[in-house]
């Protein structure tokens, strides 16, 4: 069981979260404009990386609030945990 | 190969079972292949066993970052069952189980395909319906599925508790051609039968790039034990497929998840069966040398840590211990985790790729195993006719561009 730091609550147990996926993927501004393949990478590519990841949670079961984490995936451990709408701790070098 | 007989085990013991030699080479690895499959789990074995012996392409190699079957091969709940809703699974995984039917024949190896039952319960009106559809469904497409009453739900297996617990048991669907197999057995005997057809195994080969030429097809890789140049390469890497393709410049859709699962101490059988429940996430079965092997869900965050929370195997013998009240005193032996590899839909991918030479076998998620052979025979038709079987050929990457989903996902409403 994780225990991850909520930038609003603390640290809190894994079971409090709700995992929210790959963070930082832009919903196409002008959806109409899309092609198929550019809606289906939106939809469904992600990066999966092996190493440091961006990705969000939910505090479901206290704030209720969206929040990112930088995590490592080859160890679980979190690097981060960062408000929505701020850049990546590391500078946005997950993964890259 | 020395061939495997009633009489061969005889006489192995009688000389004391001092008579036992590697069942197959450890080769060095040659410059040249004519393919290369990327992974030695039991999709991967297999397809390089069925290039050989079907398609007349033996100077083939299987590499192998640790030792064979060490990876989702011998990690999963060796559950076979092709009980799918959607036509062309059911196809694809029904190809599977006639296979499994004549795999200890064909490879002269007992995989201990054991085919006891698959029973899946119904806890509530939707399972009700749910599974009744997959009964219907499977029944028209000439695979096996019956609807039993809790009566005979509890006829079928003796010690499931139908009555006072949370979720009653409301109904079952029974695959009887359903049932399990030896998971490490499948890996070494088709490891075994591609060896003494020509195969190269190579362990501890970890692949570290895929070289491609200037017209972008594939003409190699680079490995901890060096360069291997082959122009076709199949890739079977499961949880770690997005890592081994992105060396070729291949983004997949697939996310890479922790799956938990766990056995008891040994016990006399007292299963019959194997059972399955969507609806409280559980399913159990015993394995011939008695252990209760029991599968967890997965974790909720991608990981390739190949462990997962007690959370979740806890909430799995919950569900276990209200179903099979007589398994409470039960202690569990061990536990472990696979990384599994899944798509939007949670069908697989087996393909060519947009690389010329390139080929992608991933996808299984939560239920490869039951598919190896399947899987690994339309793999290898893939890979040496660079087109697809006709039951692998909806398994695509572009359906996902294209909207033609086979969204098992949807008809399963959990992992499957």
């Known amino acids: 069981m994780l225990l991850i730091e909520c930038p609003y ?35 469904y590519r992600r990066d999966n990386l092996r190493g440091v990841h961006a990705e969000r949670w939910r505090h479901t079961h206290g704030c209720g609030r969206f929040f990112n984490a930088l995590r490592d995936t080859t160890t679980d451990h979190f690097l981060a945990t960062y408000k929505v709408g701020e850049s990546p701790p590391d500078g946005g070098r997950a993964g890259r | 190969m020395r061939s495997f007989s009633g009489l061969s085990l005889l006489l192995s013991g009688l000389c004391g079972q001092r008579n036992w030699r590697p069942q197959w080479r450890h080769p060095e690895p040659k410059p040249t292949y004519d393919a290369l499959i990327v992974g030695g789990g039991g999709h991967g074995l297999g397809a390089a066993y069925y290039l050989a012996s079907e398609h007349r392409l033996s100077n083939v190699a299987v590499l192998e970052k640790g030792w064979i079957g060490g990876g989702n091969t011998g990690r999963n709940t060796t559950i076979i069952r092709s009980n799918y809703l959607f036509p062309e699974s059911a196809a694809l995984y029904d190809h599977a189980v006639k296979l499994w039917e004549d795999l200890s024949q064909a490879l002269n190896y007992n995989v201990m395909f054991s085919q006891r039952g698959v029973m899946m319960l119904a806890h509530t009106v939707h399972d009700v319906q749910v599974l009744k559809r997959h009964v219907h469904a499977n029944r028209a497409a000439g695979v096996d599925n019956e609807w039993l009453t809790p009566e005979e739900a509890q006829a079928f297996c003796p010690l499931l508790n139908i009555g006072a617990i949370r979720y009653p048991v409301v109904g079952a669907a029974l695959q009887r051609r359903g049932g399990t197999a030896r998971h490490d ?5 088709y490891a075994r039968a591609a060896d003494a057809l020509g195969v190269d195994i190579l362990e501890n080969c970890e692949v570290t790039a895929i070289r491609r030429d200037a017209s972008g097809a594939v003409e190699g890789v680079e490995t901890t034990r060096g360069s291997i140049r082959a122009p076709r390469i199949g890739v079977a890497a499961a949880g770690h497929t997005s890592v081994i393709m992105r060396m070729a410049g291949v983004d997949l859709p697939l996310e890479s998840y922790p799956l938990q699962a766990l056995v008891s101490e040994p016990v006399k059988p007292v299963f019959p069966c194997v059972v399955m429940s969507n609806t409280i996430h559980a399913y159990i079965s015993q394995s011939d040398k008695g252990e209760l092997v029991i599968g967890a869900g997965t974790d909720a965050y991608t990981s390739y840590t190949q462990r997962g929370g007690l959370h979740i195997t806890s909430h799995a013998l919950e569900a276990i211990c209200e179903l099979f009240p007589v398994f409470r005193r039960m202690r569990m032996l061990r536990s472990w985790g696979g990384i ?13 790729t947009p690389v010329p030479g390139l080929y992608v076998n991933c996808g299984w998620g939560t239920g490869g195993f039951k598919a190896t052979p399947g899987s690994a025979h339309v793999f290898a038709w893939t890979i040496a006719r660079d087109e697809p079987h006709p039951l692998n050929a909806p398994f695509t990457i572009e359906r996902f561009r294209d909207g033609d989903l086979i969204d098992e996902a949807a008809a399963a409403a959990v992992a499957h």
Not at chain 2, 340 to 352: G, N
Request: charged share 25%; with cysteine; net charge negative.
């Open chain 1, 9 to 43: 609550c603390g640290e809190r147990p894994e079971p409090e979260f709700v995992y929210g996926g790959q963070a930082h993927i832009a919903r196409p501004r002008r959806p109409a404009d899309l092609g198929a393949q550019q809606w289906a990478d939106y939809l």
């Open chain 2, 185 to 189: 057995a499948v890996a070494w005997g």
């Open chain 2, 340 to 352: 599994v590899d899944l798509t939007p839909d949670r069908s697989p991918i087996i393909a060519k």
